[in-house]
């Protein structure tokens, strides 16, 4: 299943460019829009690349109801109530 979702983004000459994802953003994640960044100063009319970087925090804990919201945004099944991922290392 793949999550889309976008954003608005005013550029410096004013314009609103629709921005739509379907990426996973990751920290550092940096996003190029081809020919919609600066303008090139000796290239009348051509523009560079627009880049857009990510700086994604990862909350340190969330509430059992931001748990199962995620889930639910995500399409995963409702765990429950102290049930625990188990990581590689714990698989016998």
Request: aromatic share 6%; hydrophobic share 35%; net charge positive.
């Amino acid at each position: 299943m793949a999550v889309t979702w976008g954003f608005n983004l005013k550029t410096l000459d004013g314009r609103d460019l629709g921005i739509m994802l379907t990426d996973v953003v990751t920290p550092d994640y940096e996003l190029v829009i081809a020919k919609e960044g600066m303008p090139i100063v000796k290239e009348n009319g051509r523009r560079g690349n627009l880049r857009i970087k990510f700086d994604i925090i990862f909350p340190k804990s969330l509430s059992s109801e931001q748990r199962q919201n995620i889930r639910k945004v995500l399409g995963g099944q409702p765990q429950h109530e102290g049930a625990h991922f188990r990581s590689e290392s714990s698989v016998p």
